[in-house]
């Protein structure tokens, strides 16, 4: 996987001050990508070292008063060929920063003050539709001990259990809030598992709860309650569901990348959310963390895997969607529509946990002639695939111990 990366946070000396910003989390993981190290500002033509830069409105100015958007332009310009000479879809860049910075960068007044927007090379990558990403969010993402990535599986995924080296057993009946009434089906078991696969901490949680057996949407959250209990901060979901699209062969796999809740539900509406969510007016907007979402695609790309992608509409089920209700939802923008999932991603979201979800695309939706049966068999059948991404996934983050 190729990706662009801040120079100076891969330890070279090229800030303003003549020093460098080294992350070991970025270190780590650029050892595991293929990198190129980028620094714009230098690009553009200025010094090392030079005097300090912010962004005033559409200008950058030095601390002395000058203007040097020219620079900073050129260096945008320098750095988006790069991207597109390397083809890296992944930029890892350097927070707060006028040329580097996304999202939040320095106002201009030179006293430390953040504005929202991007530096001016990151605007530019975003605009050719790389994913740009600051070192903040792969610290967090970085799986540790402390700090495993849950797996939650829907359908077919039971294989990627024998994957676990297993150091510790927790039975679901054990985990609070999940209903002790609960059983299996068949191929899920009802107790994590505590590990590692290929040297990254995992919990993997087997099997799943949905509404349409009768829990509540707050009892589906269980898990993802736990797992963040645990330390999880990351958080992979699986689930079967159909495609929209007929053209999809039943067993392909898709990256799901925003959802439509038409459950009727929502596990934040309950009279106790204060007791496990810091606020119920979470925002859900971005739950699906495109830095995870891109090493997916790497992943897949990776294995010779095609990866389709597109949004999620879940409903309460348990039925399989009618010809109108597929088509209405795909007017509204969904490409699957399934019955489980979105729950756990808005819990997950607001627990401030980064989610990766995926489905299993066993049938297209608003058809007839198609049994829970056959989903089973499709969705087995095609677990291998789903199996190769989560660990291409994995063994892309790490793990912050190696
Ligand atoms: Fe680092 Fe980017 Fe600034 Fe260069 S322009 S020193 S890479 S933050």
């Not at 907007?285 to 010779?304: C, F, I, N, Q, V």
Request: net charge negative; hydrophobic share 40%; with cysteine.
């Amino acid at each position: 996987m190729r990706a662009l990366i801040s120079a100076c946070l891969l330890g070279s000396a090229c800030r303003y001050d003549g020093n460098t910003k080294p992350n070991s989390a970025v270190q780590r993981i650029a050892r595991r990508l293929e990198v190129t190290a980028v620094c714009p500002e230098v690009a553009g033509g200025l010094s090392i070292p030079r005097p300090p830069a912010e962004r005033q409105s559409s200008l950058v100015v030095t601390c002395q008063g000058n203007d040097v958007s020219r620079q900073y332009l050129a260096g945008s310009r320098k750095t988006l060929e790069m991207a597109r000479q390397t083809g890296a879809r992944l930029a890892i860049l350097k927070a707060k920063s006028p040329a580097c910075g996304r999202d939040y960068i320095y106002d201009g007044t030179f006293s430390g003050t953040l504005t929202s927007g991007h530096g001016v090379a990151a605007q530019a990558l975003i605009e050719e539709g790389l994913t740009v990403v600051t070192e903040n969010i792969v610290e967090y993402c970085e799986p540790s001990v402390e700090h495993p990535v849950a797996l939650m599986l829907g359908t077919g995924m039971s294989e990627i259990m024998s994957l676990v080296k297993v150091v510790r057993r927790i039975p679901y009946e054990d985990i609070p809030g999940f209903p002790v009434s609960a059983f299996p089906v068949e191929g899920h078991t009802f107790e994590a598992l505590i590990g590692d696969i290929e040297g990254v901490p995992v919990v993997v949680y087997p099997g799943r709860i949905h509404m349409y057996q009768g829990y509540s949407d707050l009892e589906t959250c269980a898990l993802v309650r736990h797992a963040h209990r645990l330390g999880c901060r990351t958080v992979v979901l699986s689930a079967a569901a159909g495609s929209i699209d007929p053209n999809v062969v039943p067993g392909t796999i898709g990256l799901i990348t925003d959802h439509i809740n038409m459950t009727g539900c929502n596990p934040l509406a309950h009279l106790n959310t204060l007791s496990f969510v810091d606020s119920p007016f979470a925002t859900i907007a971005g739950a699906y963390t495109p830095y995870l979402a891109e090493l997916a695609r790497a992943s897949a790309k990776e294995e010779g895997i095609h990866l389709d992608e597109g949004v999620f509409a879940a409903t309460m089920g348990p039925t399989y969607e009618t010809e109108a209700e597929a088509h209405a939802l795909g007017v509204l923008g969904a490409r699957y529509i399934g019955d489980s999932t979105v729950c756990e991603v808005i819990m997950a979201a607001a627990l401030h946990m980064n989610v990766l979800g995926f489905t299993m695309l066993t049938n297209t939706s608003g058809t007839t002639k198609f049994t829970h049966d056959e989903e089973v068999d499709v969705a087995t059948a095609a677990s291998d695939d789903m199996v190769k991404i989560i660990v291409g996934v994995l063994k892309k983050l790490g793990c912050a111990e190696e």
